[in-house]
C-alpha cells in the first residue's frame, strides 16, 4: 500500500502563489507516475499535472505556464507551484501516485488539500 499526505493548501488572493507538496510513503518503491488533480464543487474532478520518475510531464491546458509540477525522487515527494492564482483555480488538490508508467489517473490517492482563491 501507499500512503500520500499532501500539505501547503490555503486561501490566497488572485495573483498570488501557492506551493503544494504531496509525501508518499508505505511501499513506494518503483513508484513511477505521480500527479495532481483538483475537485471544485460541483465539477468532476480532472488532471491538473502529472510527472513520471523519468521526467515526462503534463499539464492541463488551465494551467501551462503557471503551475509547475516537480518531484525529488529520493525524498518520494511531488511539488506542485501555482503562481498567478485565479478564483477559478478553487478546488480540492489531491495528490495521486502509481507504479506503472503515466497511469492517469494511478491507484493511489491522498485525502486532499483545499485551495480557496478569494479577494
Known amino acids: 500500500q501507499v500512503q500520500l499526505v499532501e500539505s501547503g493548501g490555503g486561501l490566497v488572493q488572485p495573483g498570488g502563489s501557492l506551493r503544494l507538496s504531496c509525501a508518499a510513503s508505505?511501499?513506494?518503491?518503483?513508484?513511477?507516475?505521480m500527479g495532481w488533480y483538483r475537485q471544485a464543487p460541483g465539477k468532476q474532478r480532472e488532471l491538473v499535472a502529472a510527472?513520471?520518475?523519468?521526467?515526462?510531464?503534463t499539464y492541463a491546458d488551465s494551467v501551462k505556464g503557471r503551475f509547475t509540477i516537480s518531484r525529488d525522487n529520493a525524498k518520494s515527494t511531488a511539488y506542485l507551484q501555482m503562481n498567478s492564482l485565479k478564483p477559478e483555480d478553487t478546488a480540492v488538490y489531491y495528490c495521486?501516485?502509481?507504479?506503472?508508467?503515466?497511469?492517469?489517473?494511478?491507484?493511489?490517492w491522498g485525502r486532499g488539500t483545499q485551495v480557496t482563491v478569494s479577494s
Open positions: 510527472i513520471t520518475s523519468g521526467g515526462r510531464i
Open positions: 508505505g511501499s513506494i518503491f518503483s513508484i513511477n507516475t
Open positions: 495521486n501516485a502509481d507504479r506503472d508508467y503515466w497511469a492517469l489517473p494511478g491507484d493511489y
